[in-house]
C-alpha cells in the first residue's frame, strides 16, 4: 500500500529522479543497487505516458539505417550515419539482453518487410542492412534473416493480401520481439528498486523545485489522492519526464532552453484471422514514415502515425482523423486484409520525447543526456529520445553521469533484471477467459502489494488486462469487488470505480463493446 506522504516531509536523499517511465524507472533501479539514496516520483501511475502508449517493439535497430528518402542521406551527413550505427548497436545489444535476462517479458514474432520497385531501397541495401545488424550485435539472439519470393508470398498469411504482389523486388523475412506489455516491465524496476532500498511513488506531483545557495535541490511534492504536501532534499536532480521533461526544467528555472520535440503517434487493435498469429509486417508509408502490423494476444495493431504534437500534453487520445488516415494507409499496404473503423476495436494514442533538434522538424531520435549545468542548474540531468528496448542502458549511463558529482550515501546492491512473478495460486480464476494468464488472485497481490490508486492502475500497469480485446471493461466490477477488501472501498466506491474505469477506456480509446 501507498504510504501517507507527510511521512517524507524534511528527507533528504543524493538523487531524485522525476518521472517514473521505463527510463526513469530503470534509472532509480540503477542509481539504488550504486548506493545513491534514491527517490522515484511520478505524477501519474508509474509508466502510463508515453512509456505504454509506443509500438512495443524491441526491434533489431533496421529503422536507424533508413535514413529517409534515400541511401545518399548518409553521404551527404556523416554525423547521421555514425548516430545511425550506434542506435543500431544499442537496439541489437538491448534486444539480445532482454530476450536472455528476462524472457518472459517479451514475445517472438516472424517479420516481413515487403521491398517494392519504387521504394528508395533495393534488396541488396536491405540485405547490407542486416550483414551490418549481425556485425554489430550480440549472436545469442540471431536474426533469422532471408529473403522470400513473389511465388512464396503468395502462400504466407498476412502476405497473401499485401497489394501488387507482382511489383515486389522481394520480402526480407526476419525474428523480430516486441514487448509483453512495457508497463510491466517498468513495473519490475521500480519494484526492484524499493527493494534495495529507493523510496517510490505513483500520484505525486513535483509542485516546486528550487536550488538552494548550498547546490541542493529542494522538491515540493504534492500527493493526487489526498492533496498532501512534503518537502524534500536531494543533492541531484534526473529529469527522466519524457513530453513533460521541459516542463520539469523550467519549474527549476523559466529560461532553460528546449530539450524536447513532441510527435503524436496513435496505433489501431483488429482482429485478423487465426492463421496470421505471430505474424507481422514492417514497411513504410506513403509518407515515408515507418509502418507496422503487429501480432499481439491473439490480435493484430497497425501503426504508427507520426505529427508534431502542440496540443494538450496531458491529454492525449486518438482522434478520428488520424483513425482514417491510418486505416488508408493499412488498406494501401494490405487491400486483402479490409481494415474497416467499424472493426476496429481500440486505439491508443501517445506523444514521444523526441530530442529537440532545429535542424530536423519531428526532433531527433538520438537519445541525449542533458547535463543542465549549462543552464545554470548544476547537478541536474535530463535524459530525451530514450526508447524503451534501452531503458536498461539508460539507467546505467545516468548512473554513471550522477556519480561523477554525487558520492553515493547509502549502501550498494545487486540488482535484478528478474521479471517479477505474482504468488502461485492455481485455483484462481482468470479474470478474463479470453487471456487466462492474469487471475484475480494476481489482482488482490497486485492492490496489496503494488502501490495501486484506482481501478485503471491495476487492470492496464498490473495485470495488463486492459490490452486484451474487451479492454477489462466487462470485468471491471468484478476487479473493483475482488480487490475492495485490499483498496478499502465500498459499494459507492466500487461503482464509481467501474464507472470511471468503463469511461476511460471509452474516452482514451475508443473502445465501444457491451459492458455485461
Known amino acids: 500500500m501507498r504510504t501517507p506522504l507527510t511521512e517524507l516531509d524534511g528527507a533528504k536523499f543524493d538523487v531524485a529522479v522525476i518521472g517514473a517511465g521505463v527510463n526513469g524507472a530503470s534509472a532509480a533501479q540503477h542509481l539504488a543497487a550504486a548506493g545513491f539514496t534514491t527517490l522515484l516520483v511520478e505524477q501519474n501511475d508509474f509508466a502510463s505516458g508515453s512509456s505504454s502508449r509506443s509500438s512495443r517493439l524491441l526491434h533489431c535497430g533496421l529503422r536507424y539505417l533508413a535514413p529517409g528518402t534515400s541511401m545518399w542521406e548518409f553521404a551527404f551527413h556523416p554525423r547521421r550515419l555514425m ?3 550506434t542506435m543500431a548497436r544499442q537496439a541489437m545489444v538491448a534486444r539480445s539482453q532482454m530476450v536472455r535476462e528476462t524472457p518472459e517479458r517479451v514475445r517472438a514474432m516472424t517479420f516481413s518487410y515487403p521491398i517494392y520497385k519504387e521504394m528508395p531501397y533495393a534488396p541488396w541495401q536491405i540485405d547490407l542492412a542486416f550483414k551490418i545488424l549481425k556485425r554489430l550485435g550480440p549472436k545469442d539472439v540471431p536474426l533469422d534473416y532471408r529473403r522470400l519470393s513473389r511465388a512464396e508470398a503468395r502462400q504466407k498469411p498476412l502476405l497473401k493480401w499485401l497489394r501488387d504482389i507482382d511489383a515486389l523486388k522481394g520480402i526480407a523475412r526476419f525474428r523480430e520481439y516486441r514487448f ?15 527493494r534495495l532500498g529507493a523510496v517510490v511513488r505513483n500520484h505525486t506531483a513535483l509542485a516546486g523545485l528550487e536550488q538552494e545557495a548550498s547546490g541542493n535541490w529542494r522538491l515540493t511534492l504534492a500527493d493526487g489522492p489526498d492533496g498532501s504536501e512534503a518537502t ?7 529529469n527522466t519526464a519524457g513530453i513533460w521533461i521541459d516542463r520539469v526544467n523550467r519549474m527549476a528555472d523559466a529560461k532553460v532552453g528546449r530539450r524536447i520535440t513532441g510527435t503524436k503517434g496513435i496505433h489501431c487493435m483488429f482482429r485478423l484471422p487465426p492463421e496470421c498469429a505471430d505474424q507481422g509486417i ?3 508509408n506513403r509518407d515515408d514514415g515507418p509502418f507496422y502490423c503487429v501480432p499481439w494476444r491473439g490480435l493484430h495493431y497497425v501503426g504508427p502515425t507520426e505529427m508534431l504534437y502542440d496540443g494538450d500534453i496531458d ?3 486518438p482522434e478520428e482523423e488520424e483513425i482514417e488516415w491510418l486505416l488508408g494507409e493499412a488498406n494501401h499496404l494490405l487491400p486483402g486484409a479490409e481494415f474497416k473503423r467499424e472493426n476496429m476495436l481500440f486505439a491508443w494514442a501517445g506523444v514521444r520525447p523526441l530530442t529537440y533538434d532545429p535542424a530536423q522538424p519531428k526532433g531527433a531520435r538520438s537519445r541525449e543526456l542533458h547535463d ?6 548544476d547537478n541536474m ?23 561523477q558529482r554525487v558520492r553515493p550515501s547509502g549502501t550498494p546492491g545487486a540488482l535484478s533484471f528478474a521479471a517479477g512473478k505474482f504468488p502461485d495460486n492455481t485455483n484462481s480464476p482468470a479474470i478474463d477467459d479470453e487471456w487466462p494468464e492474469s487471475t484475480f488472485a494476481d489482482l488482490r497481490h497486485a492492490a496489496a502489494h503494488e502501490m495501486p490508486v484506482d481501478l485503471i492502475d491495476l487492470l492496464f500497469r498490473r495485470s495488463g488486462n486492459g490490452w486484451t480485446a474487451s479492454m477489462a471493461a466487462p470485468m471491471a466490477e468484478d476487479a473493483a469487488r475482488e480487490v475492495a477488501s485490499e483498496m478499502g472501498w465500498d459499494e459507492a466506491r466500487i461503482a464509481a470505480e467501474t464507472k470511471a474505469y468503463r469511461t ?7 473502445w465501444h463493446g457491451e459492458t455485461d
Open 315 to 317: 491529454d492525449i487520445r
Open 282 to 284: 514492417a514497411s513504410m
Open 372 to 377: 543542465l549545468s549549462g543552464d545554470g542548474l
Open 381 to 403: 540531468f535530463a535524459l530525451t529520445a530514450g526508447p524503451i528496448m534501452t531503458h536498461r542502458s539508460a539507467g546505467d549511463i545516468l548512473t554513471k553521469r550522477v556519480a
Open 180 to 194: 509483453d506489455w512495457p508497463e510491466r516491465i517498468a513495473l519490475d524496476a521500480v519494484l526492484d528498486a524499493a
Open 504 to 510: 476511460h477506456v471509452a474516452r482514451n480509446h475508443l
Open 232 to 238: 524534500v532534499m536531494a543533492r541531484a536532480v534526473v
Open 83 to 85: 548516430t545511425a550505427l
